[in-house]
């Protein structure tokens, strides 16, 4: 257990609906990322947020979006749902973004998105 | 943009034989980390190097860090089932930004 829980575990949707997933960190990290990763893929970096502030953006659609809240949990919004879009999307956090040897990042167990 | 490439993408061994994976960066890393994932389950962390030309041993798993600290490799020792899973290599760059390679699909024959 890497003490990152990610709600709701399996999701089924239909195109076009929006979808939120939600992220709570380890107790103490203030970094959260979010990652897609198709079948048989890697992961792909969406966002990352530290604080409350958003520190970085990897390849996220213009239909998605995140936040950090006040207490540190974070949700990823995703609109406009695609067949693609189908995927597990899993958050990870991290002690900080700034000391290079604390870099490490703990996943949560992911939220398996299906779109039909 | 910065990348790192693994190789190979997949690897079928016999249980018992050796494995290794290979990381390549296009950039210099400040330090290269390795993750394992299993079948259903989700990245961890194995392993952080940071120095030019380290290498860590954890039990049948080699991990080294190239002089240059551009490339990393993954080497276990005879084989198990339990080893089965992707390994993903991650590097971080000057901005800070960790980049995961592709991954490499490890399945061991019994």
């Known amino acids: 257990d890497s003490g990152v829980t990610q709600t709701p575990k399996h999701l089924i949707t239909a195109t076009g609906q929006r979808v939120t997933l939600r992220c709570s960190p380890r107790s103490g990290d203030l970094s959260v990322y979010w990652y897609q990763q198709s079948l048989d893929q890697g992961l792909q970096f969406l966002i990352q947020y530290y604080n409350g502030e958003e520190r970085a953006k990897g390849n996220i659609l213009e239909r998605f979006s995140a936040q950090q809240f006040p207490d540190l949990h974070s949700e990823l919004n995703l609109s406009s749902l695609e067949l693609g879009d189908s995927a597990l999307y899993f958050c990870?956090?991290?002690?900080?973004?700034?000391?290079?040897?604390?870099?490490?990042?703990?996943f949560g167990p992911g939220t398996r998105l299906t779109v039909l | 943009g910065q990348q790192v490439m693994q190789i190979p993408q997949y690897q079928h061994v016999q249980e018992g034989e050796d494995f290794t994976t290979y990381c390549n960066s296009s950039?210099?890393?400040?330090?290269i980390q390795w993750y394992k994932q299993r079948p259903g389950g989700h990245p961890v962390f194995l392993i952080q190097l940071v120095k030019s030309g380290e290498v860590k041993k954890q039990k049948r798993l080699t991990f080294q860090f190239g002089e240059a600290k551009k490339n990393s490799s993954l080497h276990i020792t005879a084989t198990q089932t339990t080893d089965v899973g992707t390994y993903f290599c991650?590097?971080?760059?000057?901005?800070?930004?960790?980049?995961f390679g592709g991954g490499t699909r490890l399945m061991v024959k019994p």
């Open positions: 950039t210099t890393l400040s330090n």
């Open positions: 990870a956090s991290s002690p900080t973004s700034r000391d290079r040897r604390s870099g490490t990042q703990y």
């Open positions: 991650a590097g971080r760059h000057a901005g800070n930004m960790l980049t």
